[in-house]
T-cell receptor, first 118, second 114 residues
Framework: DARVTQTPRHKVTEMGQEVTMRCQPILGHNTVFWYRQTMMQGLELLAYFRNRAPLDDSGMPKDRFSAEMPDATLATLKIQPSEPRDSAVYFC????????????????FGPGTRLTVL | AQSVAQPEDQVNVAEGNPLTVKCTYSVSGNPYLFWYVQYPNRGLQFLLKYITGDNLVKGSYGFEAEFNKSQTSFHLKKPSALVSDSALYFCAVRDDTGRRALTFGSGTRLQVQP
């Protein structure tokens, strides 16, 4: 049963600390998305990668957030330094979009990382 | 630009009654439309999608959605609601160029009362 995995599932940290969240996309998927969910803002797209290359990170605060794909099986989202306003659930999703009409393919979401910054 | 509107923050329905969760969209070109469901403390799960063809799309757990091009709507429906359908529902749209990520609506909380 292929699924997106995320670690850690929960993270509590203090303001100013570095936070790294990891995602393992479904094997064979070429596109990885990072979302943030809060009560106030709902679901926000932070960044996404296709074939490990960043396509759009306009939703991400560049001064403290960074996203990378060191290889096809790992995506990371890093916050440094973290702030209380970063407290949210961070979701990773993956999908297969080889081109043509594949834009109709669905995304598969991981279980999320619940981040609390004190 | 592409956008999705879910005009209702919450929908309440009695078990056994039909339910409708509304969604309207705006996109350049032809839309790809999706519904996802989120249960508490879980990620989003795919329910159904419209790509092309028949305007009535059937999905998981007895849900269906009707694509209406003239009204730019993609409402989610179920003939008979279950208490276990209570969850947060998201509508999403992408244009058919495949170059953009999905744009999600703000979500509608469905509460089914026994």
């Amino acid at each position: 049963d292929a699924r997106v995995t995320q670690t850690p599932r929960h993270k509590v940290t203090e303001m100013g600390q570095e936070v790294t969240m990891r995602c393992q996309p479904i094997l064979g998927h070429n596109t990885v998305f990072w979302y943030r969910q809060t009560m106030m803002q709902g679901l926000e797209l932070l960044a996404y990668f296709r074939n490990r290359a960043p396509l759009d990170d306009s939703g991400m605060p560049k001064d403290r957030f960074s996203a990378e794909m060191p290889d096809a099986t790992l995506a990371t989202l890093k916050i440094q330094p973290s702030e209380p306003r970063d407290s949210a659930v961070y979701f990773c999703a993956s999908g297969s979009y080889p081109g043509g009409t594949s834009g109709g393919n669905e995304q598969f979401f991981g279980p999320g990382t619940r981040l609390t910054v004190l | 630009a592409q956008s999705v509107a879910q005009p209702e923050d919450q929908v309440n329905v009695a078990e056994g009654n039909p339910l409708t969760v509304k969604c309207t969209y705006s996109v350049s070109g032809n839309p790809y439309l999706f519904w996802y469901v989120q249960y508490p403390n879980r990620g989003l799960q795919f329910l159904l999608k419209y790509i092309t063809g028949d305007n009535l799309v059937k999905g998981s757990y007895g849900f269906e959605a009707e694509f209406n091009k003239s009204q730019t709507s993609f409402h989610l429906k179920k003939p008979s609601a279950l208490v276990s359908d209570s969850a947060l529902y998201f509508c999403a749209v992408r244009d058919d160029t495949g170059r953009r990520a999905l744009t999600f609506g703000s979500g509608t909380r469905l509460q089914v009362q026994p």
